[in-house]
């Protein structure tokens, strides 16, 4: 028993044929242990988002194409569960937040429904139970005593509001394994950190696994025990939050942590990292990195470097993880 | 207390739309070519005969005096009597306007009833038959003119095989053919719009959420999607049936049925002024009264419009 809920090995997934095949995803392995927060951090196009999507089940297949990779929750492998059996888990086993929660709630609909209705397809509930419950989960989420919000419209609710009742829906029917998909990216500053406190929270009352998908690097740093940098449809980096964030090995990490403003860093200038993230129809051969690479040597564009072990818990996929860097 | 008000405002709407459609219609109708008074004293009345018919029925009077005191009749929710018959106008509406509102109701309940679910299995199940089935539907009851469609129904289902009667009133099964030659161009309408306004809805972000929360297929469309798609179906809807009223004018004339539409025509035929003033009045306040209900429907069914 090694306490993981969720174990994704070698993933591959790709968009259409042919000429104009794109894969997305290239061979990750990504695991989240039991009540732990473990970060996926990468560019926009980096594969991040679909793979969320294809843990959630919700990738639509075609375009998409899943091509090897196993995905594993708790005992059950969920790319061979019939449509049936995984609709039943989401929301109920695996649960998912999204980035925007004024388009991802439904407009027309009140937003004590939309908790209930959950309660009762997944729990069976019926309507006084899942009533009484959609209030406790309203306290969870830090809208107790505001029972008036079971009877609103989202549009009734302020942002940091409708994120947390957003929050409320995914938690509900006490999922295991929470994908939280840049939750915060959409709020203002003073109410992400709310809501990565309630995110927190939750975890620790709740004692489930989070996914936390995210390209702000700040974010990360507050929220995550494990970190895993993806870039190209291939992690490059994977390590507790102090490996990835006082010691960055690969040349990619060390860059994206250069380009966070911080207080630190005053009067210098900021770094950005020279060229653009390639689209997936493109990606460079060997490391993908390569071209944006400073210590690049001829051997990047030949082959791909694998996962190398740094120390216990700590890897990344390089070929110059011994060279000398310097900022 | 809003709500109030906003009926009050409503009301003042209707006022004032009631002011400038019986000032344009009074001094239309009296433009066109052709008098009253010739109609009714007939083609070998002398002058004095005719004079005398105008003093009856008051178009002797300066156009003014005539205007201003028809306003007043109009104000008092009196039309007055009908100048070739002599009848109350308020009379003859009362008893030719249930045939047509009933016509008109039965028309739109058809069209909602073909096109709602059609519009909705079209966007379900995109490029299938059955959306291909509601592009054509949808693309003659565009194209077809409800008289025509009126003929062939009448030949088809009264002549060939009689299955209705041909004219006539007395039950419901008279109306049904009337009502689907009604309907039937307003159901392309609504047919195309709930399509397009459901595969618009399945393509927004809270079906991702609904479809993440292990809902089934079932309650993502038709609980989710639907009820969003609905929204501007039912103002169109209501705007349709204001046309329909209008429409009914043609197509009673088709099926031979004594609505209003028959009487209005008639009047326009013989210039019974008193007759055409009142049934056009008559007509724009029942359209403005159900625009009036339609917007408070949008506003029950859509909570991001709330009357204000």
Same mark, same amino acid.
């Given at each position: 028993?090694?306490?993981?809920?969720?174990?994704?090995?070698?993933?591959?997934?790709?968009?259409?044929?042919?000429?104009?095949?794109?894969?997305?995803?290239?061979?990750?392995?990504?695991?989240?242990?039991?009540?732990?927060?473990?970060?996926?951090?990468?560019?926009?196009?980096?594969?991040?988002?679909?793979?969320?999507?294809?843990?959630?089940?919700? @990738?639509?297949?075609?375009?998409?194409?899943?091509?090897?990779?196993?995905?594993?929750?708790?005992?059950?492998?969920?790319?061979?569960?019939?449509?049936?059996?995984?609709?039943?888990?989401?929301?109920?086993?695996?649960?998912?937040?999204?980035?925007?929660?004024?388009?991802?709630?439904?407009?027309?609909?009140?937003?004590?429904?939309?908790?209930?209705?959950?309660?009762?397809?997944?729990?069976?509930?019926?309507?006084?139970?899942?009533?009484?419950?959609?209030?406790?989960?309203?306290?969870?989420?830090?809208?107790?005593?505001?029972?008036?919000?079971?009877?609103?419209?989202?549009?009734?609710?302020?942002?940091?509001?409708?994120?947390?009742?957003?929050?409320?829906?995914?938690?509900?029917?006490?999922?295991? @394994?929470?994908?939280?998909?840049?939750?915060?990216?959409?709020?203002?500053?003073?109410?992400?950190?709310?809501?990565?406190?309630?995110?927190?929270?939750?975890?620790?009352? @709740?004692?489930?696994?989070?996914?936390?998908?995210?390209?702000?690097?700040?974010?990360?740093?507050?929220?995550?025990?494990?970190?895993?940098?993806?870039?190209?449809?291939?992690?490059?980096?994977?390590?507790?939050?102090?490996?990835?964030?006082?010691?960055?090995?690969?040349?990619?990490?060390?860059?994206?942590?250069?380009?966070?403003?911080?207080?630190?860093?005053?009067?210098?200038?900021?770094?950005?990292?020279?060229?653009?993230?390639?689209?997936?129809?493109?990606?460079?051969?060997?490391?993908?990195?390569?071209?944006?690479?400073?210590?690049?040597?001829?051997?990047?564009?030949?082959?791909?470097?694998?996962?190398?072990?740094?120390?216990?818990?700590?890897?990344?996929?390089?070929?110059? @993880?011994?060279?000398?860097?310097?900022? | 207390?809003?709500?109030?008000?906003?009926?009050?405002?409503?009301?003042?709407?209707?006022?004032?739309?009631?002011?400038?459609?019986?000032?344009?219609?009074? #001094?239309?109708?009296?433009?066109?070519?052709?008098?009253?008074?010739?109609?009714?004293?007939?083609?070998?009345?002398?002058?004095?005969?005719?004079?005398?018919?105008?003093?009856?029925?008051?178009?002797?009077?300066?156009?003014?005096?005539?205007?201003?005191?028809?306003?007043?009749?109009?104000?008092?929710?009196?039309?007055?009597?009908?100048?070739?018959?002599?009848?109350?106008?308020?009379?003859? $509406?009362?008893?030719?306007?249930?045939?047509?509102?009933?016509?008109?109701?039965?028309?739109?309940? %058809?069209?909602?009833?073909?096109?709602?679910?059609?519009?909705?299995?079209?966007?379900?199940?995109?490029?299938?038959?059955?959306?291909? #089935?509601?592009?054509?539907?949808?693309?003659?009851?565009?194209?077809?003119?409800?008289?025509?469609?009126? $003929?062939?129904?009448?030949?088809?289902?009264?002549?060939?095989?009689?299955?209705?009667?041909?004219?006539?009133?007395?039950?419901?099964?008279?109306?049904?053919?009337?009502?689907?030659?009604?309907?039937?161009?307003?159901?392309?309408?609504?047919?195309?719009?709930?399509?397009?306004?459901?595969?618009?809805?399945?393509?927004?972000?809270?079906?991702?959420?609904?479809?993440?929360?292990?809902?089934?297929?079932?309650?993502?469309?038709?609980?989710?999607?639907?009820?969003?798609?609905?929204?501007?179906?039912?103002?169109?809807?209501?705007?349709?049936?204001?046309?329909?009223?209008?429409?009914?004018?043609?197509?009673?004339?088709?099926?031979?049925?004594?609505? %209003?539409?028959?009487?209005?025509?008639?009047?326009?035929?013989?210039?019974?002024?008193?007759?055409?003033?009142?049934?056009?009045?008559?007509?724009?306040?029942?359209?403005?009264?159900?625009?009036?209900?339609?917007?408070?429907?949008?506003?029950?069914?859509?909570?991001?419009?709330?009357?204000?």
């Amino acid at each position: 028993m090694n306490g993981s809920i969720l174990e994704i090995k070698d993933l591959k997934i790709s968009f259409g044929t042919g000429e104009k095949k794109a894969s997305a995803v290239r061979g990750i392995d990504l695991d989240v242990m039991k009540g732990e927060i473990h970060s996926l951090v990468g560019e926009s196009g980096s594969g991040k988002t679909v793979t969320s999507t294809c843990v959630m089940g919700l @990738l639509p297949e075609p375009p998409a194409i899943i091509e090897s990779g196993t995905i594993k929750y708790k005992d059950l492998e969920l790319l061979s569960l019939t449509a049936e059996e995984r609709r039943k888990t989401r929301g109920k086993e695996i649960a998912m937040v999204f980035q925007e929660p004024s388009k991802y709630l439904n407009p027309a609909m009140k937003v004590g429904e939309q908790i209930t209705e959950m309660l009762r397809l997944h729990l069976g509930m019926n309507h006084s139970e899942a009533l009484k419950r959609a209030i406790e989960i309203l306290d969870l989420v830090g809208l107790g005593g505001n029972t008036r919000v079971l009877s609103s419209y989202p549009h009734e609710l302020s942002g940091g509001m409708k994120q947390r009742v957003m929050i409320g829906i995914a938690i509900c029917c006490n999922p295991s @394994l929470l994908i939280a998909d840049e939750p915060t990216t959409a709020l203002d500053v003073t109410l992400q950190l709310q809501i990565l406190k309630l995110i927190m929270k939750l975890r620790r009352k @709740l004692g489930m696994g989070i996914l936390f998908i995210s390209h702000d690097l700040a974010v990360v740093h507050d929220i995550s025990d494990r970190v895993s940098v993806i870039y190209a449809g291939r992690i490059v980096e994977s390590g507790s939050r102090a490996d990835i964030f006082e010691s960055p090995r690969h040349p990619y990490t060390r860059l994206l942590l250069a380009s966070i403003p911080d207080a630190a860093k005053r009067g210098r200038k900021l770094a950005a990292i020279s060229g653009r993230v390639p689209d997936a129809e493109h990606f460079p051969p060997g490391c993908a990195f390569h071209p944006r690479c400073p210590l690049a040597e001829d051997g990047c564009s030949q082959a791909q470097p694998e996962m190398e072990k740094i120390r216990e818990g700590h890897s990344a996929a390089c070929f110059c @993880l011994s060279k000398e860097w310097t900022e | 207390m809003k709500f109030l008000l906003f009926v009050l405002k409503r009301l003042l709407r209707l006022v004032l739309t009631v002011l400038i459609i019986s000032t344009i219609i009074f #001094f239309v109708i009296r433009v066109i070519p052709g008098d009253p008074a010739l109609v009714i004293a007939g083609v070998d009345a002398s002058e004095e005969e005719i004079d005398a018919v105008r003093a009856r029925i008051g178009t002797d009077v300066p156009l003014g005096e005539q205007y201003v005191s028809w306003l007043g009749d109009i104000a008092r929710f009196d039309f007055g009597e009908s100048m070739i018959s002599g009848e109350s106008v308020n009379k003859l $509406i009362y008893e030719r306007f249930p045939l047509t509102i009933t016509l008109a109701f039965m028309g739109i309940i %058809l069209g909602i009833v073909i096109a709602i679910p059609l519009g909705v299995l079209s966007a379900v199940k995109r490029w299938s038959f059955w959306d291909y #089935f509601g592009m054509v539907f949808s693309q003659i009851g565009m194209a077809v003119p409800s008289f025509w469609l009126g $003929i062939i129904l009448l030949l088809l289902f009264a002549v060939r095989f009689p299955i209705f009667p041909l004219f006539g009133i007395g039950s419901l099964k008279h109306l049904i053919l009337p009502a689907f030659s009604l309907g039937f161009a307003r159901a392309a309408v609504i047919l195309r719009l709930t399509r397009a306004s459901m595969v618009e809805e399945l393509s927004k972000e809270y079906v991702i959420t609904a479809r993440a929360k292990g809902l089934t297929e079932t309650m993502v469309k038709y609980k989710h999607a639907l009820r969003n798609a609905l929204i501007p179906v039912v103002t169109i809807t209501g705007i349709q049936f204001g046309y329909m009223l209008g429409g009914a004018i043609i197509i009673e004339q088709v099926f031979s049925l004594p609505g %209003l539409g028959r009487l209005f025509l008639y009047g326009i035929y013989q210039r019974d002024f008193t007759l055409v003033q009142g049934g056009v009045i008559f007509i724009a306040v029942v359209f403005s009264l159900v625009n009036f209900l339609v917007d408070v429907l949008y506003s029950v069914i859509n909570p991001r419009i709330r009357i204000s």
